[in-house]
């Protein structure tokens, strides 16, 4: 199977199976993936935050939270190459 059978493939397979199921499958590794990122960060929080200082505490948030964004802008990123990709 050449490349354009192969992309042909994945563009019908798209574009004709059942919205919920693929739904699923394209959704899972995403949540997936910021699940074992706030679990990271929580677990980061906690260990600084045995340290006693608040600065520290609040410094992991607004880290968190920088994460966050990077991460959305990452994977917005990789959604539309993936589109482009598959088109």
Same mark, same amino acid.
Do not use: C, H
């Given at each position: 199977?050449?490349?354009?059978?192969?992309?042909?493939?994945?563009?019908?397979?798209? !574009?004709?199976?059942?919205?919920?199921?693929?739904?699923?499958?394209?959704?899972?590794?995403?949540?997936?993936?910021?699940? $074992? &990122? &706030?679990?990271?960060?929580? !677990?980061? !929080?906690?260990? $600084?935050?045995?340290?006693?200082? !608040?600065?520290?505490?609040?410094? +992991?948030?607004? +880290?968190?939270?920088?994460? &966050?964004?990077?991460?959305?802008?990452? $994977?917005?990123?990789?959604? $539309?190459?993936?589109?482009?990709?598959?088109?």
């Amino acid at each position: 199977m050449n490349k354009k059978e192969q992309q042909e493939e994945k563009y019908r397979r798209i !574009t004709q199976a059942k919205i919920y199921p693929l739904l699923w499958r394209m959704a899972i590794p995403s949540m997936i993936g910021m699940m $074992v &990122s &706030s679990i990271y960060s929580m !677990t980061d !929080t906690f260990f $600084v935050g045995m340290l006693g200082r !608040t600065e520290l505490t609040a410094s +992991v948030g607004i +880290v968190f939270s920088f994460i &966050s964004m990077i991460q959305g802008r990452s $994977v917005r990123r990789i959604s $539309v190459k993936q589109k482009k990709w598959l088109l």
